[in-house]
């Protein structure tokens, strides 16, 4: 059992946009509502894309830059809560956060979009151009 279950995790963090298949398709079907479910998927997958980016750092570059993933979080989410400020005068945490996570799941799916073009090329130029 524990087997199959890190297979799975190791799974969804390596192609996260099967994780964010599966959320949509039991999130669909629980709630029928297709909206709703797109929105549940790409809160749980940008987990995912997180995770992704981190290790495919580490897969290509050989170094773990977790702290600048953490800190990109954290001065994206004090970015938005100076705009949010800015704009309304007056924080709705909810709000904020919403649109903070959804922001990081489209920073972070162009990043692993970019990060799997690096390794890709990094890979077939490396087998190509064996001395």
């Known amino acids: 059992m524990n087997t199959v279950f890190s297979s799975l995790i190791a799974t969804l963090v390596t192609i ?23 929105h549940i998927a790409l809160d749980v997958s940008t987990f995912l894309f997180i995770l992704s980016v981190h290790y495919l ?10 702290w600048m993933i953490i800190l990109s ?7 938005f809560i100076i705009i949010h400020w800015r704009i309304k005068h ?5 709000i904020l956060f ?10 972070y799916l162009t990043a692993y979009i970019i990060l799997m073009l690096i390794g890709l090329v990094q890979r077939v130029t490396s087998v190509v151009f064996i001395p």
Not at 18 to 38: D, N
Not at 98 to 107: D, E, I, V
């Open 16 to 38: 996260p946009l099967l994780g964010y298949l599966a959320v949509f398709i039991i999130s669909k079907q629980i709630t029928k509502k297709h909206k709703k479910s797109v």
């Open 57 to 66: 750092i580490i897969v290509i570059w050989d170094k773990s830059f977790l």
């Open 73 to 79: 979080l954290l001065i994206t989410a004090v970015i």
């Open 90 to 94: 007056e924080i709705n945490m909810r």
């Open 98 to 107: 919403k649109g903070f996570w959804r922001f990081n799941f489209l920073l």
